[in-house]
């Protein structure tokens, strides 16, 4: 009972302990409610709390889980679910106010964090037989490692590291006795919470079997059986992940990140040492394009290396089969192979070493093997190991990249390391209460060590304030003109985006996306006409009236009170923000020739000229964008446009290395972010006289600007042309619209969705192949006369996914059913 006791303490400990430190930080950060601050970082800020609050309002509302206009164009929301949203504890969602998903996700990941170090206690108890306080400490170095410093934000990455500690242990148990249960259940539910980073954890998984193939089993035979329980339960895990996987395949297979490209070349990203001192305390996260890995694990852990290769009571078969997995690490993290590999078979965009974290979970548990040996070592040996670490990091002094470590960094590395040692040695000494001091310092030490490197290098902060600021008024005047609309579908833009997902923000449907399952052919689309796109993201920015109108968006929401112009009136305002409506708008589909792709042929890099012929294919005997007539006074940092009439102007830029560009009118100011993306500049209406300065805020020289004038009566032809024939919603749900539209001339109906596999199209109640429309949206053939045509969506590859993973849990039920009985015949 007093065992018992003492395990739970542990447990609770283990939880508390990083649980505690991260919320303590969040505090002293002033993170909500504690201040005005919340913890929103990098995709947390741009992706993870526009999808979760779509999630949440799906699931509260009764939205349908398979499709949402709410994310881009239109977007499978079973794999966007995979990819982002789906770690079970996410489904607790529906308990929490829509104002508080920051706060949701913030406890989620205090919540993980916790986790982590109570799972790593988990398997020092399945490894070893027993826990202890001391084993809080190693815990705590695995929940606050570098990794997690970096990427703690990455809420949906942090169920594989908590589940990681439980898979190993399951794979040793599986080796050593047999069972394959906690290994199978385990490693199925991390591939289900994130198929991506356990593709990593089954790589390690791989390795990791090898080397207790080696250790563990003593005949060839005996090597066979146990690789064919490992093979067969690691399938079966991944078997019922399937019905996540599979659509997660299918919809990926549209995304810039399709297809795999292995590097023709070796190439070393960085030397050795320099990798290596990002182990020391207190050095800046890194999540760029770069490759560095975030390997702080500790201060002591060169030291810890040192012991365990010294230490008697470890065997040198089990010495030499870590290591080599060590270096294998080392090599991975510099090599571009190997990092390909590790990534599945891709080259991440920025946020590096995404294996890192078991890379930290095996050095963490070799330095738990030191203590639990520690009697293996002498002084001399820890004296070694303080010597080696002094010499390593003065050879970094030296060698290492400066802009990665600093010299601060090394030398706090070397006091910590320093006073290790020195409690160390004292442990070893005879006498009790000595013994008993060492061990309470070194425990004080790790965990002032553990809170200062993760309060320096963790928990960055943003205002909540200015983030949540414009929820409640842009809601409110979307639910007035959603009052004066009775169209049962349209899109709504912005001006100024707080994401590129301000949609699932504020629940409209829209044409902006950053997401990694983005369709690229969509973003292509978009770059031929002016528009901002790229490998991860499609935007409005940059549209004209004639894209607008393709588009579908009819209403643009801006804090801008001077926007009304002959292309759009104000009908709703609160004076923070104001909804125009577009004079230009089509309904979801219209109907184009079928031979209008080939006279178009687009051309990347030229927008002007693909907007001009668009026009002129649509009905247009002039061009619809025209070099400005007025006068151009071009400076080297800003241009000066004066108008000699009335009328819409655009402008273009040669210097994508620009970022940000200012265009003022009077009173009216715009600022363009994002411009390296290189897309379309709308200036806005110009009166006879109007001054426009188009600054570039980063103070770029010769900075070349183009400027043309909307040519109205080309525009007007076009829209026409275009609202001739047009497609009439009559019901719209996200996964079925049906609709009817009148065809006085047989082409193609286009409708602003991407054709993506999942779409059944029925024209008259028959059954059609739908077509796809510049590599991008759906395109239907059509006859002449009026036509029904209904359009229904069904998630590629779930039914299939589904029928596997049900097969795959229901064939591993039966199996522990055999196992179990077979077991009993034995005894």
């Given amino acids: 009972m007093d065992r018992l006791k003492k395990d739970r303490g542990v447990y609770a400990c283990a939880f508390l302990l990083p649980f505690l430190i991260v919320s303590i930080i969040c505090i002293k950060n002033q993170v909500y409610p504690f201040g005005e601050n919340c913890i929103l970082h990098i995709d947390m800020y741009h992706q993870y709390e526009p999808f979760f609050t779509e999630l949440m309002d799906k699931l509260k509302n009764g939205g349908s889980l398979l499709y949402s206009f709410r994310i881009g164009l239109g977007s499978d929301f079973v794999s966007l679910f995979a990819y982002y949203l789906a770690s079970p504890f996410n489904w607790l969602s529906v308990c929490i106010p829509k104002g508080y998903v920051i706060e949701f996700m913030t406890v989620l990941i205090l919540i993980k964090t916790g986790l982590c170090g109570l799972t790593f206690v988990i398997y020092q108890k399945k490894h070893y037989g027993l826990v202890s306080y001391a084993g809080v400490i190693f815990a705590g170095f695995y929940a606050l490692s570098g990794y997690m410093a970096a990427y703690y934000w990455n809420i949906m990455w942090l169920d594989c590291l908590v589940l990681a500690p439980l898979v190993v242990a399951g794979l040793e148990r599986l080796v050593k006795k047999k069972d394959a249960g906690l290994y199978c259940i385990s490693l199925a539910i991390s591939i289900l919470s994130n198929f991506y980073i356990s ?48 659509p997660e395949i299918a919809i990926l297979s549209y995304s810039g990140s399709s297809g795999v490209s292995f590097p023709d070349t070796v190439e070393w990203y960085f030397d050795l040492i320099s990798m290596l001192a990002r182990h020391c305390n207190n050095v800046t996260v890194y999540t760029g394009q770069e490759h560095w890995p975030n390997l702080y694990c500790g201060a002591a852990v060169f030291l810890c290396l040192v012991l365990y290769l010294c230490n008697r009571k470890i065997s040198w078969k089990k010495k030499l089969h870590r290591v080599l997995l060590i270096v294998f690490f080392w090599l991975s993290f510099s090599n571009n192979m190997l990092d390909f590999i590790w990534h599945g078979m891709h080259f991440p965009d ?125 809601q409110t005047l979307l639910e007035q003109v959603d009052a004066m609309d009775a169209e049962p579908f349209y899109r709504v833009e912005e001006n100024e985006r707080l994401t590129k997902n301000d949609a699932a923000i504020y629940g409209y449907s829209s044409s902006t996306i950053f997401s990694s399952l983005m369709n690229i052919g969509v973003s292509r689309y978009y770059r031929s006409l002016g528009m901002e796109g790229g490998k991860n993201f499609y935007s409005y920015s940059g549209a004209t009236p004639l894209t607008s109108a393709m588009l579908s968006v009819k209403y643009l929401i801006s804090k801008s009170p001077y926007l009304e112009s002959p292309l759009r009136t104000l009908v709703a305002q609160d004076g923070i923000n104001y909804i125009y409506k577009n004079a230009y708008t089509l309904p979801l589909g219209f109907m184009l020739d079928t031979d209008f792709e080939y006279r178009c042929a687009l051309v990347q890099g030229m927008a002007v000229r693909n907007l001009n012929r668009f026009a002129k294919n649509l009905g247009a005997t002039e061009d619809m964008l025209v070099p400005f007539d007025g006068i151009v006074d071009a400076g080297d940092e800003k241009t000066t446009v004066t108008a000699a009439e009335d009328g819409y102007l655009y402008a273009t830029y040669t210097d994508t290395s620009v970022t940000n560009i200012t265009v003022k009118n009077g009173e009216r100011t715009q600022k363009f972010n994002k411009c390296d993306h290189g897309y379309i500049l709308d200036l806005g209406w110009c009166q006879a006289g109007d001054v426009v300065e188009i600054t570039n805020t980063n103070k770029v020289s010769e900075f070349k600007v183009a400027v043309y004038s909307l040519n109205m009566d080309a525009l007007q032809t076009a829209y026409q042309t275009l609202n001739a024939q047009t497609y009439t919603v009559d019901t719209f749900e996200d996964t079925k619209i049906t609709g009817h539209i009148t065809v006085e001339k047989a082409g193609d109906l286009i409708l602003s969705i991407p054709n993506e596999a999942g779409f059944r199209v029925s024209v008259d109640g028959k059954e059609t192949e739908c077509q796809t429309f510049m590599n991008s949206m759906i395109k239907i053939p059509l006859e002449e006369g009026t036509h029904e045509v209904t359009l229904q969506y069904m998630t590629p590859g779930l039914k299939m996914g589904a029928a596997v993973s049900i097969s795959c849990l229901f064939l591993f039920i039966l199996l522990c059913i055999w196992y179990q009985k077979r077991e009993k015949e034995v005894l």
């Fill in 350 to 474: 920025s946020l590096p070493g995404r294996e890192v974290y078991l890379y930290v979970f095996l050095l963490v548990t070799m330095a738990y093997e030191v203590y639990v040996l520690k009697e293996g070592n002498t002084r001399f040996h820890i004296v070694l190991g303080v010597i080696v670490t002094a010499a390593f990091l003065g050879v970094s002094a030296y060698v290492a990249d400066t802009g990665q470590v600093a010299v601060r960094s090394l030398l706090l590395t070397g006091a910590f390391t320093f006073f290790y040692g020195i409690f160390m040695i004292v442990q070893k000494s005879s006498d009790q209460e000595r013994k008993l001091f060492a061990s309470y310092m070194l425990g004080t030490l790790a965990i002032l060590e553990l809170f200062m490197n993760y309060d320096t290098t963790g928990i960055s902060t943003v205002s909540r304030t200015d983030y949540t600021k414009n929820w409640e008024s842009v």
């Fill in 199 to 246: 593709i990593m954890l089954c790589i390690f998984l791989v390795l990791y079997a090898m080397i207790l193939l080696a250790e563990e089993t003593e005949n060839i035979r005996q090597k066979v059986q146990v690789f064919f329980r490992f093979a067969l339960y690691s399938l079966l895990a991944g078997g019922m992940g399937a019905v996540l996987i599979f």
